[in-house]
């Protein structure tokens, strides 16, 4: 897809011109914003690191919604018990079947993405408002599913499912190497075209992945993880251990990180996911699939007509959707050590995610990045209004915890549609242009 | 099925479903005339009842001098809800015309939002039991069941009626039948019929669309406060009155979308089922009072999307 590019800004080859951080001071810039947003638990407070974490996953989320309503067009009231679906499932495997996080949010992505499955059922017949019906019923029915009383040992019943245990990550240092080299040996056979390269790397990647897991889970059915003291990763102990193995090769012990004092792990895990879904969504977008969702979505009959077989992409957007959400979710689950409807996962959470998306912008893939950040600072602004008045007026201080959550989100929502109804993300590019473009013109 | 219930289930569903279906009128008459999904109406709802509760003087935290007997209270709380639905068309959804339907529905979903943390700000987040109700909630007709003879079905030999769920029950027949004779019969809902079905032909035969817009949302003010003050007798005020009156649009949907006797049968076949499901024997049937509407809604989008009364849409590129 060409983007208009200003003169002077030339690319060299075909991989630059599809990349998707095109120049290398993108790359310092994007490695640098990383490093300081997975380093926020040592530098941040706590509550910062929390909403840093919060907004990962909700971007997630976002961006899964966004491929179902900003590109297909389809309006989804269910993003947040799709969420529920995914935490449910995550939590249901690491306790159930002593998952890793690495295995078990992928299964329940794509648990959840075959309840969304479900619930796109009805778009074959149906758009727009009934659509939108559909995915509200969904909303209603998963909640209460998860509250009946019959599966409360499974899912916790109304109190929500606490005491989700991946608590703590081993890391096989020797494997853990293994794995990163065969994995860099495969991605360059595939770039350089070397299938020996690629397979042979792949192939190795796979069986040292299938121990390496093997080997978590089995020392997570043994090991009581509650009595083991908590690790730094950065501690200076572990490195002299570190140096141990890589010079002799011996010891292949591992090393367990007890994760319940480390906000700095669920954090790099939530962005590092955020980094994966953010590559995921705009491949998805500049690609075939995404060039036949925005078509369903200016036109459906157009696109039908042009051959674009409707039912399998809106359910493809829908699977894609719910299994972001499901990423979502478990992340959330993990990270709250929780999840159950006592945690939100409401109505209003689906509403939210739509505002969000709104404000950011709908079909761009900025989006999902300022809505979220912009209504999550919204939001801790009105926590932050409404005890600070409630001090004023002790008189009416429940009122006032309470209500400006909504008000606000409500205002900012309904502003932003009569004002900027493309959201922040037109904004943003209107400026790019206009900085382009400085002195000269507007 | 438990059916010695059964009976008692039945009129309850329908004294219930009653109030749904003038609910859903008011969803009906916005789509009609202006194609606007309203989903703040749930809220406009209970926003009525809380101000019919607050001039009926229910907050009696001594500040406020008002203090009405309730049918002037419902008379202000209605006049204050029509100037609500003006301000709402003028400054929120006309800005919003030949916008998409997203745009239009979230719109709705904002103010929603809004009115749920005013009403939050101004009238506190405890739920209030003392709505004045004529009726006491223990008043109730019996009327005796002859027993089936032969049948291995037993019914309870009495249904009770109580005097609340009568009262709304005929309240919403009357407001119903009066809305729908004023929608058939005089000028003002012909103009609004005809703008429902083509704007641009309405406006060229000289009938003032903005007004008619306008005067919808009034009208869905009035019929939001009604319903809202209805619902409140039964269940007393709350924020939560909101997400009871989110069942009218599984209603309307069964009824098909733009008919006004369809609104009234989905809001009937709606209560009906979330009280039936309350006589079921496994107890989970029996918990699923709140989503058996979805569930109906489910089943109907696949079998019969477009409603029982609705028309198939013929869509042209």
């Known amino acids: 897809m060409a983007v208009l590019r200003p003169a002077g800004d030339f690319d060299r080859s075909y991989e630059q011109d599809m990349g998707i951080v095109r120049q290398r001071w993108q790359l310092f810039l994007l490695l640098g914003a990383i490093l300081l947003a997975c380093s926020a638990a040592f530098w941040g407070e706590a509550r910062f690191v929390f909403n840093l974490n919060r907004l990962a996953y909700l971007i997630i989320a976002l961006q899964g919604l966004n491929i179902l309503t900003g590109y297909t067009g389809q309006i989804s009231l269910g993003q947040a018990a799709f969420m529920l679906v995914g935490g449910y499932a995550s939590g249901l495997l690491a306790i159930h079947l002593s998952l890793p996080i690495y295995l078990s949010i992928p299964l329940a992505a794509l648990i959840t993405g075959c309840v969304g499955l479900l619930f796109g059922l009805p778009s074959l017949r149906v758009k727009g408002f009934y659509l939108a019906m559909a995915t509200l019923a969904a909303q209603f029915i998963i909640p209460w599913l998860t509250r009946q009383p019959r599966f409360s040992t499974w899912l916790g019943g109304t109190k929500g499912f606490i005491d989700i245990p991946t608590t703590f990550l081993t890391v096989f240092p020797l494997l853990l190497l293994i794995l990163i080299a065969a994995g860099i040996v495969a991605y360059v056979g595939w770039y350089t075209q070397r299938p020996q390269f690629q397979w042979g790397g792949l192939a190795v990647f796979l069986i040292t992945g299938v121990i390496y897991s093997a080997w978590d889970i089995s020392l997570r059915r043994t090991v009581n993880i509650a009595g083991l003291p908590p690790t730094d990763l950065f501690a200076a102990g572990h490195l002299k251990a570190f140096i141990t193995v890589l010079t002799t090769g011996v010891p292949m012990r591992a090393w367990i990180i007890s994760l319940r004092e480390l906000p700095t792990y669920y954090l790099s895990v939530s962005l590092i996911t955020l980094l994966l879904s953010t590559i995921l969504t705009i491949n998805i977008t500049r690609s075939r699939l995404g060039r036949a969702l925005i078509a369903i979505r200016d036109n459906d009959l157009a696109a039908e007509l042009l051959g674009v077989n409707l039912f399998q992409y809106k359910l493809r957007a829908f699977f894609i959707a719910a299994f972001l959400a499901g990423v979502a979710g478990a992340l959330r689950a993990h990270s709250e050590r929780g999840v159950g409807t006592e945690f939100g996962y409401s109505l209003r959470e689906s509403i939210l995610f739509l505002g969000m998306l709104v404000i950011g912008g709908l079909g761009t893939n900025l989006g999902p990045y300022l809505g979220g950040a912009f209504v999550i600072a919204v939001e801790d602004f009105a926590l932050w209004l409404g005890p600070e008045l409630a001090l004023i007026f002790p008189t009416r201080s429940a009122e006032l915890q309470s209500s400006f959550r909504p008000i606000f989100f409500g205002l900012v929502l309904v502003l932003f549609l009569i004002f900027e109804p493309r959201g922040l993300a037109h904004r943003w590019m209107l400026l790019k242009a206009s900085w382009r473009l400085r002195p000269f013109a507007r | ?317």
């Open chain 2, 1 to 317: 099925m438990n059916w010695i219930l059964v009976p008692q289930q039945l009129v309850n569903g329908l004294m219930y479903g009653g109030t749904l279906a003038l609910i859903a009128l008011g969803i009906v008459l916005i789509y009609k005339s202006s194609e606007v999904f309203n989903f703040a109406y749930g809220h406009m709802l209970m926003l009525g009842a809380f101000l019919t509760w607050w001039f009926a003087g229910g907050a009696r935290t001594g500040n406020e001098p008002i203090s009405l007997p309730l049918g002037w209270a419902i008379v202000a709380a209605v006049l204050v809800s029509v100037l609500l639905g003006f301000l709402i068309e003028r400054l929120a959804l006309r800005p919003m015309a030949g916008q998409p339907l997203l745009a239009i529905v979230l719109m709705t979903l904002g103010l929603s939002q809004i009115f749920e943390g005013s009403v939050n700000l101004l009238f506190g987040v405890t739920p209030k039991g003392n709505f004045p109700s004529p009726f006491s909630p223990s008043d109730a007709y019996t009327i005796p069941v002859p027993p089936v003879d032969g049948e291995s079905i037993v019914f309870l030999d009495r249904i009770q009626i109580g005097h609340t769920r009568l009262a709304t029950f005929v309240v919403a027949v009357v407001a119903a039948a009066i809305f729908m004779l004023f929608f058939q019969y005089t000028k003002i809902g012909l103009a609004m019929r005809a703008t429902s079905e083509n704007h641009e032909l309405a406006r060229s035969l000289g009938i003032k669309v903005p007004r008619i817009f306008a005067l919808s949302w009034a009208i869905a003010g009035i019929t939001a406060t009604l319903g809202g003050v209805l619902l409140a007798t039964l269940s007393g005020v709350s924020v939560n009155l909101a997400a009871v009156a989110l069942v009218a649009f599984p209603a309307i949907l069964l009824g098909g979308l733009e008919s006004f006797p369809g609104a009234i049968i989905g809001g009937l076949l709606v209560g009906l089922a979330t009280e039936i499901v309350k006589a079921a024997t496994v107890v989970e049937v029996r918990n699923s009072a709140d989503i058996a509407p979805y569930v109906l809604l489910l089943i109907f989008l696949l079998l019969r999307p477009e409603g029982i009364f609705g028309r198939h849409r013929i869509e042209r590129i």
